[in-house]
Nanobody, 126 residues
C-alpha cells in the first residue's frame, strides 16, 4: 500500500504561481511512476504531468507544458508540481497518483494509476 497526501493548494490571481506537494509513504520506492491529475467541476479528471521516480523521465499535457514543472525529492519521498503563469482555466482539484512502474515513459491515463491522494483545491481568479 502507498499513501499519498497532497498540500499546497489555494487561491491565487491569474499570472501567479503555486507549488503543490505530495508526500508518499508506505511501499513507494524507485520502481514507481507518479503523476498529477486535475478535475474541474462538471468535467472529467484529466492528466497534468507525470514522472518516473528512478530516472526522472517526465510527461506533460499540452495545456500546461512550459508553465508547470513536475519534480521529485527522493530523500523526502515527495512529489512536486510547480505551477507558474496560472490561468483561470487551471482551477480544479489536483490529485497526486502513483503506481508500480518499471518502464521508461510515465503513464498518462488516470486508469493506469492505482494509488490516489485526497486532492487539493487550486483556484485561479481572473
Amino acid at each position: 500500500q502507498v499513501q499519498l497526501v497532497e498540500s499546497g493548494g489555494g487561491l491565487v490571481q491569474a499570472g501567479g504561481s503555486l507549488r503543490l506537494s505530495c508526500a508518499a509513504s508506505g511501499r513507494a520506492n524507485s520502481y514507481y511512476a507518479m503523476g498529477w491529475f486535475r478535475q474541474a467541476p462538471g468535467k472529467e479528471r484529466e492528466f497534468v504531468a507525470a514522472i518516473t521516480w528512478s530516472r526522472g523521465i517526465t510527461a506533460y499535457s499540452d495545456s500546461v507544458k512550459g508553465r508547470f514543472t513536475i519534480s521529485r525529492d527522493n530523500a523526502k519521498n515527495t512529489l512536486y508540481l510547480q505551477m507558474n503563469s496560472l490561468k483561470p482555466e487551471d482551477t480544479a482539484v489536483y490529485y497526486c497518483a502513483a503506481r508500480y512502474y518499471i518502464f521508461s515513459n510515465p503513464p498518462t491515463g488516470s486508469s493506469e494509476y492505482n494509488y490516489w491522494g485526497q486532492g487539493t483545491q487550486v483556484t485561479v481568479s481572473s
